[in-house]
């Protein structure tokens, strides 16, 4: 599973003036800031472009067999601007830089593809350019009462049941050279390693071959100070460590984080169902949804998820903002379509979440109602306790930047994620100041495409049109307005307030546009941002919209992104 391959500028690599080097996995290439007078080949093995310092760093990239690294800085004549890491062992071919620009000048074919290759990675804007399904998996067991063999067994037969080729290797197959490692994964899609807890000689030499591990604890064991020996920090800094905790929900995940910084958590209460999902994670075939928020517009996420479901659609991450965190959050903790319908009705449309009036020294209410609400519904629930990986997105105004809530108390999170300027007062923790999400990132899809690499579904109610002048009128006459109990659904100032927290700038709107393989915008335009009785016009227009946009599609929802990416790389310049 290559990224941008270049048989072309591979050839250049066949010069007397190229040498081989063996780097081992987890040691560097070269150091951003180095100066730049070599360009790299990949034989064998992967390696990670990492941007950023220290506990920063992050991986943007991963170049695998056949590609090329380090070129840009010598073309541009500027030191390297990235620290490249070998993730496995791997071996480089390495040619000085005034042999490589020899060498283009009598090659035509190696300069028209160079320049593809730095056109297409210019003008790709999310990792998936380069970042695809390992080639090699480390299926490592975090205690005794987990066995990595079994666990690698049955991921096998998901990964199979998905139409891909799998080699499952163990300790008992060693030894196993370099070529072994290269011939099968050459033979195979995907080839996982079963590495039990009490083999540290065959985890090392797993850590070293492998582009990604999956840790696999069970809730009765704890977590050991010296759990972390399991993996290399290589693959944490990049990203390429996942975490499946077996057990209820309730069990405590939070000493495993810590240890092991994944960058996913899949909570096992059912594991032949989570299994499945963590092949579709690993094969770029799972599917995320991003819910926006707008007020009382956002009950059409409700329509919305329950045609996904209706058409089978697998959801393996979910998050959102505002009131679309809340929908998202409903899912995440495994709520079914008449549940999710029964604690929307109850918490938000039997009577009014913003009816709470309060001298508006902070904000037009006093939050309690929305907080209650929000306590009742899903209590002292962690994030990390959902079924679904899950976020959700606030705005400090004292950093002015997003603020993502992955672990913490849920109910907390959700009232940062709806507090709307003006309207709800901010949450303060920590010396933030968190008011609604939608304030600078309405649709996150940016934020999720950065850790998933599957296809990921947008449904945005935020860009239908948006005021009428009847919707800032002011109320004639007053007493008629109370008396009516529309006063419930505060004043227009509350829509007015809404919409400007919601609406997005244009170029925010492009790349959450661009983040998404399947972007849905409802037609709630008809529907009163401060409309909570408008429930059922909201779920139908959510469920008709999403209705009609998978029948649009030519190909399954799992295979959107990789078809995406197969039709950009193949885009003619």
Not at 79 to 85: G, L, N
Not at 141 to 167: K, N, Y
Not at 367 to 385: N, Q
Request: glycine residues 8%; proline residues 5%; hydrophobic residues 45%.
């Amino acid at each position: 599973m290559m990224g941008f391959m270049c048989p072309a500028l591979a050839s250049l690599f066949d010069s007397p003036r190229s040498t081989r080097q063996e780097i081992k996995g987890g040691e560097l290439l070269y150091r951003a800031g180095a100066e730049a007078s070599s360009v790299y080949l990949v034989r064998s093995g992967s390696l990670a472009i990492m941007r950023g310092t220290g506990a920063a760093s992050t991986s943007v990239a991963i170049v695998r067999p056949g590609e090329i690294v380090g070129e840009s800085a010598l073309l541009a004549r500027t030191a390297r601007s990235a620290t490249v890491m070998a993730l496995r062992d791997s071996e480089i071919a390495m040619l000085p830089g005034e042999d490589f620009f020899t060498a283009l000048c009598t090659r035509p074919a190696a300069m028209s593809e160079l320049a593809r290759l730095l056109i297409v990675r210019s003008q790709t804007a999310d990792p998936d350019s380069l970042r695809t399904q390992p080639g090699i998996l480390a299926v490592m067991a975090a205690g005794p009462t987990v066995h990595a063999e079994a666990w690698s067994d049955r991921l096998a037969q998901s990964i199979e049941g998905l139409g891909m080729s799998v080699a499952r290797v163990n300790a008992s197959d060693q030894p196993l050279s370099p070529a072994d490692w290269s011939m099968l994964e050459a033979n195979h899609d995907i080839v996982l390693c079963a590495v039990e807890h009490d083999d540290p000689a065959w985890g090392a030499l797993c850590q070293r071959q492998v582009d990604r591990i999956l840790v696999v604890a069970c809730h009765t064991q704890a977590c050991h100070a010296d759990a972390g020996r399991l993996i290399a920090q290589s693959h944490q800094k990049s990203g390429l460590v996942e975490f499946a905790l077996t057990g209820p929900a309730s069990a405590n995940a939070e000493p495993w984080l810590d240890t092991f910084m994944p960058s996913r958590l899949f909570r096992c209460a059912d594991e032949g169902y989570v299994i499945d999902r963590i092949a579709r994670v690993l094969t770029g075939k799972a599917v995320g949804v991003v819910l926006s928020g707008g007020g009382a517009r956002a009950f059409a996420h409700v329509g919305a998820i329950r045609a996904l479901r209706r058409a089978n659609v697998p959801i393996d991450a979910i998050c959102g903002t505002s009131m679309g965190a809340i929908i998202a959050a409903g899912v995440a903790a495994g709520w079914s379509d008449d549940e999710l319908d029964t604690r929307l009705r109850r918490a938000f449309v039997e009577s009014s979440p913003l009816d709470d009036i309060a001298l508006p020294f902070v904000a037009m209410t006093k939050g309690k109602k929305v907080e209650w609400r929000l306590r009742e519904h899903f209590g002292d629930t962690d994030i990390t306790e959902l079924q679904l990986p899950y976020f959700c997105v606030s705005t400090d105004l004292n950093a002015g930047e997003d603020f993502v809530h992955r672990r913490g108390c849920l109910t907390t999170a959700l009232r940062a994620s709806i507090s709307l300027p003006g309207i709800l007062p901010p949450v303060v923790a920590d010396n933030c100041v968190l008011v609604d999400g939608g304030v600078l990132r309405n649709l996150p899809s940016e934020l999720l495409r950065a850790e998933h690499h599957g296809t990921i579904i947008g449904v945005d109610v935020s860009q239908a049109k948006g005021l009428m002048a009847a919707d800032i009128e002011r109320p004639s006459p007053l007493l008629q307005w109370f008396w009516s109990g529309k006063w419930r659904r505060g004043p227009p100032i509350v829509s007015l307030l809404m919409r400007a927290a919601t609406v997005g700038a244009g170029p925010d709107l492009v790349r959450s546009k661009a983040a998404c393989d399947l972007y849905v915008m409802p037609a709630v335009e008809s529907i009163e941002i401060r409309n909570w009785r408008a429930y059922d016009r909201a779920v139908e227009a959510g469920d008709v919209a999403m209705t009609a946009a998978l029948s649009q599609l030519s190909s399954p929802v799992t295979e959107l992104r990789q078809r995406r990416m197969i039709e950009t790389r193949t885009t003619p310049i």
